[in-house]
C-alpha cells in the first residue's frame, strides 16, 4: 500500500485548503481512513477519520472547520479544511488501517499565515 498526500500550501488565516490522498493496492473500499497533522515540536494528532462506508470522526478542535470524505472509486480520502488558523499549521499526514496495519503517507504541509 502506498499513499500520496497533497494539497498543502500557504494559506491566510480564515482561508481554506482541500487536502487529497490517493491510495495504491486494493481494500481501499474497507479501509478506516485518516487525517493526523505534526507541528514542529509536537505530536502527531488525528484530525478525522472516516469508515468505509462514510461515518466520520472528528477530535473537538476541528469539529465544525475540518471535513472528511471519501471516494472509493477512485480510492482518494479528502480533508476539506476551513477557517484555518495560524495554529492549524502543521504536516498532515493520511493514513490507512486496513486488516489492523497503519499505512502512512508522507504528508503535505500546511502554513497558515498572513
Known amino acids: 500500500v502506498q499513499l500520496q498526500a497533497s494539497g498543502g500550501g500557504l494559506v491566510q488565516p480564515g482561508g481554506s485548503l482541500r487536502l487529497s490522498c490517493v491510495a495504491s493496492?486494493?481494500?481501499?473500499?474497507?479501509?478506516?481512513m485518516g487525517w493526523y497533522r505534526q507541528a514542529p515540536g509536537k505530536q502527531r494528532e488525528l484530525v478525522a477519520r472516516?469508515?468505509?462506508?462514510?461515518?466520520?470522526y472528528y477530535p473537538d478542535f476541528v469539529k465544525g472547520r475540518f471535513t472528511i470524505s471519501r471516494d472509493n472509486t477512485k480510492s482518494t480520502v479528502y480533508l476539506d479544511l476551513s477557517s484555518l488558523k495560524p495554529e492549524d499549521t502543521a504536516v498532515y499526514y493520511c493514513?490507512?488501517?486496513?486488516?489492523?496495519?497503519?499505512?502512512w503517507g508522507k504528508g503535505t504541509l500546511v502554513t497558515v499565515s498572513s
Open positions: 472516516i469508515t468505509g462506508t462514510g461515518n466520520a
Open positions: 493496492g486494493k481494500d481501499f473500499s474497507i479501509a478506516f
Open positions: 493514513n490507512m488501517n486496513v486488516y489492523a496495519t497503519n499505512y
